[in-house]
């Protein structure tokens, strides 16, 4: 991945973003979300928030259905009919055989574009709670998660269950009553 002046980043092993101002071969100034600036590897960056991912970047139609694995749930409560609860496992492992040649940024745009298309789905289909696997590493993709997440209307969001997903994995429910 080319990384060029101008562009939105997020850093490999730690939360925040920032705009790449200068750069050369291995290193890049960039000014973070506080405004100060950093020099910082290359590869130590990712791409984020750019034109190939913005809010219409989404995965071939049908391809969430063939390529990632997730379990339909029956939540029992105390409403007449159960509750549907999708889950997704954003685990690159999960969503391709093969990963190999493929960069840090290429597996998180493919990742996130995964979630997006799920999301709009279970959205589109009625869908009660998303449970989205999306694991612990650096936390890069649960923080575009919870960005994109933060963006949107009539929905609540929240740590799944600690005892059945540990800490990587967030529940989104859907309410589409809730005045936006």
């Known amino acids: 991945m080319d990384f060029k002046i101008g562009q939105r980043v997020g850093y490999l092993y730690e939360k925040g973003h920032g705009v790449i101002k200068s750069m050369d071969r291995q290193e890049a100034m960039v000014e973070d979300e506080d405004g100060f600036e950093r020099k910082l590897q290359l590869r130590d960056l990712v791409f984020i928030h750019s034109e190939k991912y913005d809010e219409n970047f989404t995965v071939e139609k049908d391809s969430v ?3 990632v694995s ?13 509750l549907t609860v999708w889950e997704v496992d954003l685990h690159i492992e999960e969503i391709l055989d093969s990963h190999n040649g493929m960069s ?3 597996i998180m745009l493919k990742q996130v574009g995964e979630f997006r298309s799920m999301f709009k789905k279970a959205k589109r289909e009625g869908i009660h709670k998303l449970i989205v696997i999306h694991g612990v590493g650096e936390g890069v993709l649960k923080n575009e998660i919870r960005t994109y997440l933060s963006q949107q209307d009539q929905i609540e969001v929240y740590d799944a269950d600690f005892s059945e997903y540990g800490k990587g994995a967030t529940a989104v429910e859907f309410h589409p009553n809730w005045i936006s």
């Open 65 to 67: 259905e063939q390529e």
């Open 70 to 82: 997730y379990r339909i749930l029956q939540e029992k409560t105390g409403q007449r009919k159960p």
């Open 104 to 106: 840090n940024t290429e």
